[in-house]
């Protein structure tokens, strides 16, 4: 099987365990354990698929941010994916889980950018250069998806299921960076009023914006820069935790307003 074989086959797996809601098997034995610019182009295939059906990117997401993510992804490093806008259940109340498989949920420091992030060079995307960028500072809900079964996944296979992505709520009030200062924030995320998971700013890459900076340098060597406008969910505060139908989800991160989801079949 040719490389772009391999690629094709694992795009129409995920595709079709996206389609059917029927988690497939993991896409590694396709493209290996290490070929990130293979795993990166299974993405791409599965992204691009998605625009053609009518789907904008509006965003990029930043995976496995925090130890205690990587530990319970059993991988090393961060990841990123792209967020599109049918993705987006902010202003949905109850959140339907219909398109979902095997969802987890995290809580977050989200970004949403005031400029592009498109210098000449990589060695000016500096933390003071991300940090002017930056518009204001969102709470933000990442509801992660795997489509491989029972999240049997090695590096490669999340990066090439968008890393991992479902959907996304994110808050209405923004707060600028004068206002809140994303390492120190602190996160306690519940489940119908019970704690599930708590962490703090520091826990993600040890600064929201260095996770934004770390990301902004992968989508220049990408060729594809963040640009204005752009949502950007910079990963988890804390461990992501199981939910179910009926379940009430709440973050609450200092200097936010309390982010509420409640979920439904």
Known sequence: M???DAVSAAVDRL???LETRTPCAPVRDLIG???LPAAYAVQQGLVQRRLATGATVVGRKIG????AVQRQLGVDQPDFGYLLDEMDVSTHEPISMARLLQPRVEAEVA?????DIAPATEEEITLDLVRAAVDVALPALEIVDSRIADWAIGFTDTVADNASSGLYVVGSEGRTLDEVEPIDVVMSLTINGEERSSGTGA???GDPLEALRWLAV???RFGDPLRAGHLILSGALGPFVPFAPGDRVEASISGFAPL?????E
């Open 2 to 4: 040719t490389h772009q």
């Open 15 to 17: 595709a079709e365990a």
């Open 33 to 35: 354990t290490d070929d």
């Open 64 to 67: 496995a941010t925090s130890e």
């Open 111 to 115: 970004f949403v950018l005031a400029r």
């Open 203 to 205: 826990a993600c890459l």
């Open 218 to 220: 992968q989508a220049f």
């Open 260 to 264: 509420v989801a409640q979920f439904e």
